[in-house]
């Protein structure tokens, strides 16, 4: 599967900032394996996070998906 994703670089007092804002239950940082073999930090969600959610992975990604709902 193929997603579209972005990456930003951040310092590690700014990536504690993020994690200690945005990335509460059931968000957490994981690492994450892309295609170009680079393995970043990033925000995974817990499963049970996922009940109820769509699956947006026909999208390829979060802004593809919000700009459909847009159009829609």
């Known amino acids: 599967m193929i997603m579209t994703l ?5 310092q590690v007092r700014s990536f504690t900032t993020m994690f200690m804002v945005f990335a509460t239950a059931p968000l957490g940082i994981g690492t994450l394996r892309l295609a170009d073999g680079t393995a970043p930090k990033g925000f995974l969600v817990e499963q049970a996070g996922l009940d109820g959610a769509a699956d947006i992975t026909r999208f390829g990604g979060w802004r593809a998906y919000l700009a459909d709902r847009a159009a829609a």
Not at 6 to 10: A, C, D, G
Request: charged share 0%; aromatic share 0%; glycine share 0%.
């Open 6 to 10: 972005t990456v930003i670089m951040l």
